[in-house]
């Protein structure tokens, strides 16, 4: 394992343990501070970077997966059987 793989390891680690150690009703306070303080055009605004940021590949493969996913609930939701 290398060193940064090391590191972020740790970091996870530590976040992992952090989350566990906050009640809900932090996790939710904090969650309602995020939203109010979020600007919705820069939001939308990176959003459409992070998408032309994609390659074609990646863009394919992820709806792929979707529609995947997507199959499998309305499986799921019906009763059928995976597969």
Do not use: Y
Not at 16 to 31: F, I, Q, T, V
Not at 53 to 82: D, F, I, L
Request: charged residues 45%; hydrophobic residues 30%; without cysteine.
């Amino acid at each position: 394992m290398t060193d940064t793989d090391e590191a972020r390891r740790k970091r996870s680690e530590q976040a992992r343990k952090a989350a566990l150690a906050r009640s809900p009703e932090s996790r939710r306070e904090a969650a309602r501070k995020l939203m109010a303080n979020r600007d919705p055009r820069a939001h939308r605004e990176a959003t459409r970077k992070g998408m032309a940021a994609r390659s074609p590949e990646a863009r394919k493969e992820a709806s792929h997966k979707a529609a995947e996913t997507r199959r499998r609930n309305r499986e799921a939701a019906k009763g059928e059987a995976p597969g």
